[in-house]
């Protein structure tokens, strides 16, 4: 008889918290369940409210009114990104005990039990997150102080200044943060400001225990372990994609590629651009100045047109002076001692160090990705085939021509295998949208 009441009363309080969510959603509130779905938090004509839920019932109470933020407000589109944003910086406890939100540029703490919500800090919050305990809180306020706000006493740590972004452990037990003079700083426990590096800084990697940091610098790879000088791992002119906690990473690094015409080209538009009587307007086509919509778009037709015969006329000349080439990309894996070039001519357009053309598939512990090598045609490229898309500049064409014969490749450390037949883009340029994973 226990283990049914018992049972009867889990189902009733499944039913409540169903209900009320279905309740808040066909009102068109934004909410948030706590961790061990006893508490709900939500907004609901500009107020924040939280509900309670045991197993007989729900019991609901406003916690403050958020009128003022909804003040300028123009429609329920601007309205609702409003409460979008207050419910993605609120945090409730994980046992619904307790909710933190922001409020009129200032950040507070109320208990859902209480009434009166207490004031943390009174500037305007650029960052801040809460420990995995919930039991600490660290802010990054608007006048670049780093504190520390611990929940149960209140009592706050300024633990630096001119701060500009933190980075913490689960726990917030390990604190790495940048200043506005160059600086990648440290804090454990007392032991604050404890400086890493100075100079043009990019976080890359965190280990899982936040106790060695991967970052670049001056086109150099470092690593830093708590209590350890840092390391430099590469020194070379690369971009790192991914690493792993073990030390392993990829990394690309530009590659100019010497471009055989006839391998990758057959030129069907020659006689037709050589006999072109087009003469440009030396200025790009004005609504203003044609009578009709239909004439306006004409002309912009035949200017667009006259910019690609340019690049396919650019594209003949280098190929004929043997200077055609492309700016690729090398990947290469360091297995955590020396690295192992895995893929050539992986392409990408002259003016980007990194395409977005990786793809992260496995577990960190099996080190697998997936990248498109654009390199290596399947049959060479009629220009007539790309006369219909979209392309102001050789870079852009060179791009545009590639991503037709585009191959999948798996990457697993120093091994890479191709994975699908070439990939055909045939029809206008923002289908290369779906490229960029």
Known sequence: MKIESSNKKSFKRRF????????????????????????????????????EIDAERVRTRELTSLQEAFAEAQDLYQEQRIANSIMEQT???????????????????????????????????????????????????????????????????????????????????????????????????DRLNQLIDRGSIEIKHFSEDYKTVYYTKDDSLYKKEVDSASEKILSDDSRILKIYDSGEFYYLKRAPIALEFDRFFVDDMLERDQSSEYIPSGS???REDYESYEEYQSALEQ?????????????????????????????????????????????GREHEVFPGHLINIAADNEKAIAVYNYLDPAEPVRLSQLNDLIYYSLSDFLHLAFARNAQLHLVREDQATALAEPIHYQSHYSDLTSFHP
């Open 91 to 189: 945090i409730l406890a994980g046992d619904g005990s307790f909710v933190i939100y922001p409020k009129a540029q200032s950040l507070y703490f109320q208990k859902t039990d209480a009434s009166e919500p207490v004031l943390i800090n009174s500037d305007a919050q650029l960052q801040y997150m809460i420990s995995n305990d919930f039991e600490e809180l660290i802010c990054l306020t608007d006048n670049l102080e780093l504190i520390r706000y611990t929940i149960d006493s209140g009592e706050q740590q300024t633990i630096a200044s001119d701060v500009y972004e933190f980075f913490a452990s689960p726990d917030t037990d390990l604190l790495y943060y940048m200043t506005n003079d160059e600086e990648l700083l440290f804090a454990e426990g």
């Open 284 to 286: 790009f086509p004005s």
């Open 303 to 347: 200017e667009s047109a006259y910019t690609r015969m340019m690049v396919r006329n650019e594209l003949r000349s280098r190929s004929e002076a043997n200077n055609l080439h492309y700016m690729g990309l090398t990947l290469y894996y360091y297995n955590g001692s020396e690295s192992v070039k895995v893929l050539d001519n992986i392409a």
């Open 16 to 51: 409540l918290i169903l209900f009320l969510c279905a309740l808040l959603l066909t009102a068109g509130c934004d909410s948030m369940l706590s961790a061990d779905r006893s508490h709900v938090v939500y907004i609901k004509d500009y107020s924040l409210y939280y509900a």
